[in-house]
């Protein structure tokens, strides 16, 4: 199996204005043949710019896996370092932009609201087959059942499904397993809640012209808000009181449930500025604690505490849920 690598080097400083040249990509030539997608224009020899994207035509390359870490390694100075391996799946120079601005705006979002700071490398291998991204598993364990995609933290390396599904949801899950890495890069215990219902949240954004939607998942908001309207209860006490093992060993049904309620809680507290403050508060208490039960947490940081929080979720459930809006560098959610 051929594959390509594609390195997206996002050199930026904190909290600076972007600019003239950050709504542009540069595809430049870099060592060895490999192809570099980048913000700045492309250097000569002598230090001079070179031709843009769309007049630039690198000669071709073929990379395996193994090349991808020595590519990143490439380049020590830039605060994110995100390499994608092309394996049959074929992605384009826009798909390869709309990566290029969700993880930077990832980026930017996590060390506005939590702190997040410090460089980061991540590897996403997108597989164009099926039987590709299964086999794939061999080296890491066995493999999911009916999985988009998977992130595994000790090796750094998300693997997405790209085979018999939409190009659209195979950059779902390509944003989704972007969002384990930085948040399981910077959290040394991450309960399950936060894990999945970060990534169920960020993984629908779209970019349009400077401003970032992440609409809600309406199929998983549905599912709750008949359950409410049936007079089902859902105790979030028990819910968060849940082990730290993976959702998928409690079964694919039970997996999907955790799932939607990890999403509807994660988007609650994302719809108002005290529920941002909260879930900020909580996340910092993760990062300190080492590892304290999510219950104990969410008494401490939310007013009200976990009685709280179930009654407003609970009443947020009844009303319709709406998009989100964000400016691309995660400074401003409009409502």
């Known amino acids: 199996m051929r594959s390509r690598l594609?390195?997206?080097?996002?050199?930026?400083?904190?909290?600076?204005?972007?600019?003239?040249?950050?709504?542009?990509?540069?595809?430049?030539?870099?060592?060895?043949?490999?192809?570099?997608?980048?913000?700045?224009?492309?250097?000569?020899?002598?230090?001079?710019?070179?031709?843009?994207?769309?007049?630039?035509?690198?000669?071709?390359?073929?990379?395996n896996r193994s090349n991808l870490l020595n590519a990143i390694e490439d380049s020590e100075n830039d605060l994110i370092q995100f390499g994608i391996v092309d394996n049959g799946f074929n992605v384009s120079e826009?798909?390869?932009?709309?990566?290029?601005?969700?993880?930077?705006?990832?980026?930017?979002?996590?060390?506005?609201?939590?702190?997040?700071?410090?460089?980061?490398?991540?590897?996403?291998?997108?597989?164009?087959?099926?039987?590709?991204?299964?086999?794939?598993?061999?080296?890491?364990?066995?493999?999911?059942?009916?999985?988009?995609?998977?992130?595994?933290?000790?090796?750094?390396?998300?693997?997405?499904?790209?085979?018999?599904?939409?190009?659209?949801?195979?950059?779902?899950?390509?944003?989704?397993e972007t969002t384990h890495a930085i948040l399981q890069k910077k959290v040394k215990y991450v309960p399950n809640w936060i894990n999945e219902g970060m990534a169920e949240y960020f993984e629908t954004l779209s970019v349009k012209k400077g401003t970032i939607s992440i609409?809600?998942?309406?199929?998983?908001?549905?599912?709750?808000?008949?359950?409410?309207?049936?007079?089902?209860?859902?105790s979030l006490q028990r819910y968060f009181s849940q082990n730290s093992?993976?959702?998928?060993?409690?079964?694919?049904?039970?997996?999907?449930?955790?799932?939607?309620?990890?999403?509807?809680?994660v988007h609650f507290l994302m719809s108002s500025e005290s529920g941002q403050k909260s879930l900020f508060r909580i996340i910092k208490d993760l990062r300190q604690s080492g590892g304290r039960n999510s219950v104990e947490i969410i008494d401490k940081n939310y007013t009200g505490g976990i009685e709280g929080l179930e009654r407003k979720w609970l009443k947020y459930l009844r009303t319709p849920s709406a998009t989100h809006y964000y400016d691309k560098e995660g400074l401003k959610l409009f409502r």
Not at 95 to 111: C, I, M
Not at 129 to 154: C, E, H, I, L, M
Not at 215 to 234: H, I
């Open 94 to 176: 826009s798909e390869v932009a709309f990566l290029r601005s969700s993880v930077k705006f990832l980026y930017y979002f996590y060390q506005r609201f939590f702190g997040f700071d410090g460089k980061m490398k991540i590897k996403m291998s997108i597989f164009g087959n099926q039987k590709d991204y299964y086999d794939s598993f061999s080296k890491f364990g066995s493999a999911p059942v009916a999985s988009g995609g998977v992130y595994f933290p000790n090796a750094n390396e998300g693997l997405i499904n790209g085979g018999g599904r939409s190009r659209r949801g195979a950059f779902i899950s390509t944003v989704h």
């Open 245 to 265: 093992g993976p959702f998928a060993r409690s079964g694919q049904v039970h997996n999907q449930a955790n799932r939607t309620i990890a999403w509807s809680v």
């Open 215 to 234: 609409p809600p998942q309406n199929r998983r908001y549905n599912q709750l808000a008949e359950f409410s309207k049936s007079g089902g209860s859902v």
């Open 6 to 63: 594609y390195l997206i080097i996002i050199s930026f400083a904190v909290f600076s204005s972007p600019g003239e040249s950050s709504a542009d990509i540069f595809k430049c030539p870099g060592k060895d043949g490999k192809t570099l997608y980048q913000t700045e224009p492309c250097l000569n020899d002598e230090g001079e710019k070179v031709l843009k994207s769309e007049e630039y035509v690198p000669r071709s390359s073929s990379q």
